[in-house]
């Protein structure tokens, strides 16, 4: 019997987070008051300027396909933000439009990734990048990091680690889940050490924009070589919309090209209008004003995690996640979020989503609700944890 | 150097159209009249019930992320059109809602096919099919196909080329590009042999609804292990809007779900609501009055079409595309669309753009235009034939 589940499969498991958020929304129909520190979701909307450019777009009922590389003056918008972010002149031929961060992950691995080849990535990281490397039979290799490197992959940790099947590395800066980044001078060292050795480097930046420390740098500051994968799901507040996009090297263009007219046809046409009014001024400032209330809402939380004890080895200074160490509570972070979520109706997501090392000993907080919501959450989690 | 386009990428190739695309769309800028029957994307708008209901959800301002599988009323919503249009019960569980039937061929093969396994498919068939299992270091078995078997694959042909590698077989019917159906009885017997054989039976069934003779019937009236992909960009009228769904069999629920939630997260918000006001009398009735209007393109098409000396071994039954035989005037079907193309301003599709099986000496003409401007594409064909 041949009808049976691809191989690749075993090695794709859920997001363990999944049958938690299933619970909460279990017991919220049985009318309790969960909050939800769990899903990288923010609670704002989008903002208005966007809804209204898609609103207006649907207006005219000429939600055609676009070109599959997305519309020409999205590419170009997206293209001269990189000149006004970082610096950065990007020829928007390299641009391609895609379904969310997804897609650009789907589209960069798809043209450049053999079976059996490897991609170096953190451990703890991102669940679903190891799963699209699965999706074409690679491999992940992962390499543990701690605080020592922010959590983050170095040029030394890259070198020691680069094997014959090594195909390239991936760097998410800032991390999910750490909310760490990679400095910048860090950057351009494991960028160089990637190139030197021949592979191919894959930024993840998707969470561009929410970073409240040191300024960001994308690795096209550094590299015309570099994949990067970036959204407007996160900062921009795009999450249902799924627009994302990739920039490939030179040579990738034209595979780029290709695929993307066979796996997407093409990014939804009003999601692409709607992006295309994030740009303006007053929308950016909008964008701002959130930020600052992301930070504010980091500070709040870090302060009162460390309060209660959790250990958090680096200061997240981007994304909206705090990682921490809950081993002064448990050894068993994944039935310490079944507890708390089951006794106190807070939702967090366990270690073990991001890897294994140390897994167990952590929990990711996402602070996308409210200051006040987190602090009865964190009334709650202080409750439970006196218990 | 590793930093090397993948290899499967050696295989992908751009459909040829969009060379004649970007053409046609060089020659509108400066000023020419270009009549497209080239891409399979109608004339019509979005239904203006669809169009509203995506509109309200915008307003509310929540574009969110859904569940990974699709928002629970639409995957019922689905099911439920199976009962009304084939007697047939789904359980919704096994309906997952995709970014267009391109997310449904990623999610179908990608949990079902490993590297090295071949899908039979005819030749001729639409090109992305090829793509997708070459994506997932597939092989495409190709089986040529002609008037004898409507264009279609059956029983026989299956037996004679099954091999060890052999995991399924795709069929589509309507086809695209031949319009052609499958009928119920030869249809029952390709499912039972792939079964038979221990295979996976993949129904490509995106032009169902636009079918004008016989009716259509679902792959799921013959068998529960059938995948079926499927779309609200054709017959629903929301190309851009990239909506479409996918069924599996029992057994692939889990792998699904899992994969679901790694390569899309989810599928347009937007796109999903308002897909959801497709199902309403209202509009099924507004889709009728296009079914209809197309049936009258069709016989409009076909009947000119012979009249100029063009042949067409099977009147096409669905779709929006007639597939006919130019070889009364060139051995070279490419060249012939190019000097269409620039000579009189009438775009259509080469063969070769569906396989090597007789594609030079075929034309795809897509009816999805209106009949006067159709008209006048048959009074330029005319004289282009003529000189």
Redesign the interface.
Known sequence: ?????????QG????YV?ELLQRAKQLEREGRDIIHME?G?PDF??P?AV?DA??AL??T??????AAAGMPELRSSIADYYQQQYGVTVDPRRVFVT??A??AF?LAF??????GEQVMMSDPCY??ND??VR???GHTHFVNVDASTQYQLSADLIAKNWYLA???VLIASPSNPTGTLINREDFHKAITQV?Q????FYSDEIYHGLIYDQPAVSALVFSD?AFVINSFSKFFG?????VGWLVV?D??VE?A???A???????????QYAALASFTPENMAELERRRIEFKARRDFLYENLLRLGFKIACKPEGAFYIYADCSAFTDNSFEFARALLEQEGVAVTPGRDFGLYLADQHIRFAYTASIDRMSAALTRLERFLCR
Chains 1, 2 share one sequence.
């Not at 009922?61 to 676009?66: F, S």
């Open positions: 019997m041949k009808q049976q589940v691809a191989d690749r499969m794709i498991s859920a997001f999944m899903i979701e909307q989008t208005q809804i898609g609103r649907l207006k009922g000429e939600v055609k396909y676009t379904p969310g997804t897609g789907l798809g043209i450049s990734l053999n079976p669940p679903c799963n699209f999706l074409f039979n090594s195909k390239g190139h050795l021949g592979g191919c070589e795009m999450t249902g919309w799924r090297p040579a990738f595979a090209e290709k695929l007219q066979n796996i997407f046809i093409s990014t939804p046409t009003h999601s």
